[in-house]
């Protein structure tokens, strides 16, 4: 199975400052077809996990551009600039290209 | 807009079976395939599987094989996922989530105990 190792563990952030996740797979992301499925996620505390950004670095409906994907490969990262008290929670990444589809271990963002 | 409503809690002995529920609404249902994936403190977020509800046909992670079954009704626009010989390990939150992950349910509690 694909590992993603997600880094770091934890953030501490202050209200409007930025914060950088990484993703780094054990394997190429890169479908035969050409398309890289790693995705972005956001779990807030007693909700579902909602999407924020699919295939490395495209926002979904509704999600502020304050939320940017890059990578390749196998090292992907989010960034969250002007962190705002509604983006506390564990960020997830998620690959597509192979099966099984596989999650990595999440990382929490508090606020400092 | 797109809806995942899924079925309520479930308290359930070990060794028994127990089937969940996914009703969608707000698009077409037969249009995208539904995935299903279990969440637990200790092993984080894992894929059971996916299915096509147009056609039926699934495909499941190795390590759900055997525990999970994913059928659909579509004439109620429902996905459902039983679980079977459940054992304490078996204990999480499932949810169902649409297509590449895209909107998920509020997810099921189930609590596997004697």
């Known amino acids: 199975d694909v590992v993603l190792t997600q880094t770091p563990v934890s953030l501490l952030i202050s209200l409007g400052g930025q914060a950088s996740i990484s993703c780094r797979s054990s394997q190429s992301l890169v479908h035969s077809n050409g398309n890289t499925y790693l995705h972005w996620y956001l779990q807030k505390p007693g909700q579902s996990p909602q999407l924020l950004i699919y295939?490395?670095?495209n926002r979904f409906s509704g999600i502020p551009d304050r939320f940017s994907g890059s990578g390749s490969g196998t090292d992907f990262t989010l960034k969250i600039s002007r962190v705002e008290p509604e983006d506390l929670g564990v960020y997830y990444c998620?690959?597509?290209?192979?099966?099984?589809?596989?999650f990595g271990a999440g990382t929490k963002l508090e606020l400092k | 807009q797109v809806q995942l409503q899924q079925s309520g809690a479930e308290l359930v002995k070990p060794g028994t079976s127990v089937k969940l529920s996914c009703k969608a609404s707000?698009?077409?249902?037969?249009?995208?395939?539904m995935n299903w994936i279990k969440q637990t403190t200790g092993q984080g977020l894992e894929w059971i599987g996916i299915?096509?509800?147009?056609?039926?046909?699934?495909s499941y992670n190795v390590k759900f094989k055997g525990k999970a079954t994913l059928t659909v009704d579509k004439s109620s626009s429902t996905a459902f996922m039983q679980l079977s010989s459940l054992t304490p390990e078996d204990s999480a939150v499932y949810y169902c989530?649409?297509?590449?992950?895209?909107?998920w349910g509020q997810g099921t509690l189930v609590t596997v105990s004697s």
């Open positions: 299915i096509n509800p147009g056609s039926g046909g699934t």
């Open positions: 989530a649409l297509g590449w992950f895209a909107y």
């Open positions: 295939q490395v670095s």
């Open positions: 707000g698009y077409t249902f037969t249009s995208n395939h």
């Open positions: 998620l690959q597509r290209t192979h099966n099984p589809y596989t």
